[in-house]
């Protein structure tokens, strides 16, 4: 994983990355690679509290290290936490959100792909769409890979979908090619298969990896927490527990619009500067859905959206 070699160090600092954030304190990886526990000094949790990904300086202590300082993000993904009244970072410091469904078991989920996506744009971060378990694919679900495909068509969305499989390989090399040097997170929904595709890159990881529930097909929550594993010397990824849903309460009204890329082309094209492309006359975003240009799919999300958000 990258460091920044301009900040100025004493003898007993070092610099490091969390790869994980527990109860009583965390875990970070060094500049060779050493993965280590570590303890937060006091003041960081008033000041900034660490998440995963987070950059720091650490001090040699006799024991275990001692973080004293976070240095500043970049890349934050976050989303609205489960009390609704603040936001949560999920990772920090990374270059994509690797969006994971699965073609079944459980069942694709535009709700859950397009907020994620929408929680992505919100924060600037690229992402990318990662359609899990296709060695579960039968010609019968050949309407849906179809349907979910032009939905998000990489030349309208801008977001580039790969099929997968951890189970016969399939697209997971060019899967990596893509990610390569960079750092990226892992967001989904319980099941879909987020660190199975991890511990196919790093076989040597030892993690569980639980079995759908066989009576409502959702997943049981292997991951507890959020953790950074390097895949080689400048790629990390960063899984994450599974979602029932990805919020985007934080993401203002009048500004989820702008968490569509495919509306961008027809924003200045509507009659009215405000037109939030609901029922006002005049509107290109639905002219444009009209004619097939957007995804009827994704508008229907997008209204969706802003209707929670009205109420």
Not at 124 to 141: C, E, G, H, R, T
Not at 185 to 211: E, F, H, Q, W
Not at 260 to 283: A, I, Q, S, V
Request: charged share 25%.
């Amino acid at each position: 994983t990258r460091f920044n070699g301009s900040i100025l160090l004493s003898t007993a600092e070092f610099s490091c990355r969390i790869s994980s954030v527990g109860r009583r304190g965390v875990t970070i990886i060094d500049e060779r690679g050493v993965e280590t526990g570590a303890r937060i000094a006091g003041r960081i949790y008033h000041e900034t509290k660490p998440v995963t990904g987070d950059y720091a300086v650490a001090v040699k202590t006799a024991d275990i290290p001692t973080v004293e300082r976070i240095l500043p993000r970049t890349g934050i993904l976050q989303r609205t936490a489960s009390s609704g009244r603040s936001t949560q970072i999920i990772a920090a410091n990374v270059d994509m959100v690797l969006i994971v469904a699965s073609i079944k078991h459980p069942v694709f989920s535009d709700g859950f792909v397009c907020r994620a996506l929408a929680g992505a744009s919100w924060k600037d971060l690229k992402a990318v769409i990662v359609l899990n378990k296709m060695d579960l694919y039968s010609p019968k679900d050949e309407e849906l890979k179809n349907r979910i495909q032009a939905t998000y068509d990489r030349e309208r969305t801008g977001y580039p979908l790969f099929p997968v499989s951890c189970i016969t390989g399939r697209g997971t090399d060019e899967l990596l090619e893509h990610v390569r040097g960079m750092t990226v997170v892992m967001t989904g929904p319980s099941g879909a298969g987020k660190t199975s595709l991890v511990k196919y890159y790093n076989p040597s990881l030892d993690v569980r990896i639980g079995a759908l529930n066989p009576k409502t097909c959702r997943g049981k929550h292997t991951t507890v927490a959020a953790q950074l594993i390097p895949l080689d010397k400048n790629t990390a990824v960063i899984d994450t527990p599974g979602l029932r849903m990805f919020s985007i309460d934080h993401i203002p009204r009048n500004d989820l619009q702008f968490c569509f890329p495919e509306f961008g082309d027809y924003l200045d094209e509507c009659k009215f500067r405000d037109c939030l492309h609901l029922t006002e006359p005049g509107c290109a975003v639905k002219s444009a859905v009209e004619n097939g240009a957007i995804s009827k799919i994704r508008y229907r999300k997008y209204i969706d959206f802003m209707n929670e958000k009205k109420s």
